[in-house]
């Protein structure tokens, strides 16, 4: 039969092997945690950059039309003079 004493140690060398497993089951949850969010971070500047690039190939578009317009009108004027 077991007595009081027994159930206590019992129940401690329990909770003794189960601090280190815990433990590392939630380093093991923080990590992969931390990995998440890195992954996240990483997807967000890629849109970003993927959007930012975008945008730019736009604005050299512009700024290209710009130029080819401004030879067109410094043509005409040297046509003109």
């Given amino acids: 039969m077991l007595s009081f004493g027994d159930l206590i ?11 280190p497993i815990l433990f590392l089951i939630l380093i093991i949850i923080f ?11 990483a997807e967000e500047r890629l849109k970003l950059d ?9 604005q050299i578009k512009a700024n290209n039309e710009l130029n080819e317009r401004l030879s067109n009108i410094e043509k005409l004027l040297k046509e003109v003079d």
């Avoid at 140690?9 to 601090?19: E, K, N, P, W």
């Avoid at 993927?50 to 736009?58: D, L, S």
């Fill in 9 to 19: 140690f019992q129940s401690i060398t329990i909770l003794i092997l189960l601090v």
């Fill in 31 to 41: 990590i992969v945690r931390a990995f998440r969010r890195m992954e996240a971070r």
């Fill in 50 to 58: 993927r959007e930012n690039i975008a945008f730019q190939q736009v």
